[in-house]
């Protein structure tokens, strides 16, 4: 526990001072149990002058975390591994559901609705900036 | 007037305007299939028969668009809850096209987190095959790093079978649980008025 402490302390202690972009509204879909996998949603403001973009997430509560999008065409929905989530200057980007997500393998134990999970996002520019995101049981 | 109104009263009644569901110009009869249900019973066209149906295709591995779906479709349950005019609650089906990962117990535990009363079915890929060609519905494996490790492209559509076991109409996306709960009671006064 003292060692995770330490952890998000120094998670933390590395967020970016970059002030242009604002992470909000990041959640985690609460799974079924057993369920292999879970999805987190959130939206991402880039209020500088500057593109950029999403090209990681990391969280000591899930050792991999994948950028998907889902889309569903002629009626068919599809999953794509994305290595990238692009930031236009002045933009917005919204990951959610049937969208842009996070996905993630569900660990052992499986973080249920009330808990809170640190994501570290990782961006372009080298910036990074850490939320926590809270487990909802919402659509 | 009222040669007007025996008039009306013998016109067979007119297909529901819908606002998100497709009805089928005719209801369309399901040859018999063979799956494995969530308690590792066989469920089969009989098993269609009796109420209401409406199935969501899909896998527990897809953590976005499936749990959406299928909170989408517990909320329909939930609006239905509600209507007084409505003897039996429609089942709500989930047919996992993933019959390698997601065995009876897989799905029993997964669909039951979204309504208790859910049932999970899947099968061997000849008989889900059987149902799915039947229907419209299409899957076809994509990506992923190992033999385990694979997502599914799969078809979005809800699909809703009449007490007979016919496919009677579909859903399309986006779904909206108001408009598909005020649809399914349309589509079930134009079946009782029709048959």
Redesign the interface.
Known sequence: MRFLLALLALTTGMVSADGGLAVQNAWI?E?????????AYLTIDNGSDQDNALVGVSSPTFPRIMM?R?E?VD???????VERIALPAHGSVELA??GY?L?MATPDPQPVAGERVALTLHFADGGEQQVMAPVKK?? | MFAAALLSACEPPQPPHLQQGTLLPSAKPVADFNLIDDKGESFTLKDLQGRWTFAFF?Y??????C??SL??LA?VMARLRQEENLPSLPRGLFVSVDPA?DTPA?LA??????DADFVGVTGKSQQLHTLTRQLGI?YAK??GDSADDY?I?????IILFDPRGRFYALF???HDPDKIASDFMLIRNYYEASE
Request: charged share 15%; aromatic share 6%.
């Open positions: 879909r799974a079924p149990p057993g369920a292999s996998m879970m999805a998907h889902s569903t009626g068919i929905a599809r999953m794509q591994h559901p049937g997500h996905m919402k659509p | 899909g527990t591995h897809c953590p976005d668009v749990p959406t909170s989408m909320k990962r897989t535990n997964y669909v039951k987190y979204f299409l994509s990506g997502l492209d799969h078809s979005a559509a399309n996306v986006p």
